[in-house]
C-alpha cells in the first residue's frame, strides 16, 4: 500500500486487492468480535462507520473482480 497524497483531511492510497480484502476482513473480523457497548472504545469508530467502510471496500472488491 502507498499513499499517494496526503492532506489535512484524508489520505489517498493504492492498494492491492489482497490489500483490500485484509482491510474488509478485519473490519468485519472487528464487528463480530467486539460488543457493542465497547466498539466505539475500542476502535475509535462508531459500529455504523466501519460497517460503512467495509461495505465501500466491498464495492470495490466486486469492481476488481469483474474488470478480471
Do not use: H, K, P, Y
Request: aromatic letters at 2%; charged letters at 30%.
Amino acid at each position: 500500500m502507498d499513499s499517494t497524497e496526503i492532506d489535512a483531511r484524508q489520505v489517498v492510497i493504492a492498494a492491492t486487492r489482497d490489500e483490500l480484502a485484509l482491510i474488509a476482513n478485519s473490519l468485519n473480523e472487528s464487528l463480530e468480535a467486539v460488543e457493542d457497548w465497547e466498539f466505539q472504545t475500542r476502535l475509535g469508530e462508531s459500529r455504523e462507520a466501519a460497517r460503512a467502510l467495509g461495505s465501500q471496500i466491498n464495492g470495490l472488491l466486486d469492481q476488481l473482480r469483474e474488470v478480471e
